[in-house]
């Protein structure tokens, strides 16, 4: 099983920093994404890795490039941000305006995915680093690292609400003996 896995949240993106839901669209980092991306890189440095998992988005890439992972990151789809269906591109406050109280983690999302389809992909990406021998990094977006984190502690997928994570960050799952944890948070 993986030693640890470290989970980087790419850099800012222009939507990021608007609010807006950044699923499917393959945004660029802006010129401030890069360099907090760049000022992750020497904490990246201090792990090893025997696995480096990206998503196949452009903002997710260039992060692993520059915090020192790119050259050695394979790229796994189950690593995509939620797919926000029609809730592409616009913000929680917009989506309010006509599904009052909404929320990413209670829904609904229309043409979009539901939590438990966002789980099964977490889960799968765990399956795959249960199996590292050593350390695993994992290059993706906020929610579906939040996920991801939930299912880790084998929480349901809408526990991810408790866990903030802001852009350019690590944060990095582990063990308190043979029991999942969480051992650094939104660093």
């Not at 660029?28 to 992750?40: D, N, T």
């Not at 309010?96 to 099964?120: D, F, L, Y």
């Not at 350019?168 to 043979?178: A, F, H």
Request: aromatic share 6%; charged share 25%; hydrophobic share 40%.
């Amino acid at each position: 099983m993986a030693s640890e896995v470290v989970l980087i949240r790419h850099g800012a993106t222009e939507w990021s920093e608007s609010g807006r839901h950044t699923g499917v669209t393959d945004l660029p980092l802006l010129e401030a994404g890069r360099e907090a991306a760049r000022a992750l890189a020497p904490r990246v440095a201090q792990h090893t890795f025997a696995a480096v998992l990206t998503s196949p988005k452009q903002r997710a890439r260039e992060t692993a490039d520059l915090v020192g992972l790119g050259a050695h990151a394979e790229i796994d789809d189950d690593l995509c941000e939620w797919d926000y269906g029609d809730y592409e591109g616009i913000t929680t406050k917009e989506i309010r305006k006509t599904v009052p109280g909404w929320t990413i983690w209670s829904g609904p999302v229309p043409n979009g995915e539901t939590p438990a389809q966002v789980a099964a992909r977490a889960d799968r990406v765990i399956a795959r680093v249960d199996a590292v021998d050593g350390a695993a990094a994992l290059v993706a977006h906020g929610h579906i690292l939040r996920v991801l984190t939930a299912r880790w502690l084998s929480y349901p997928p809408t526990d991810g609400v408790h866990f903030l994570l802001d852009t350019s960050t690590l944060s990095v799952l582990g063990y308190e003996r043979e029991t999942k944890a969480i051992h650094i948070w939104n660093a």
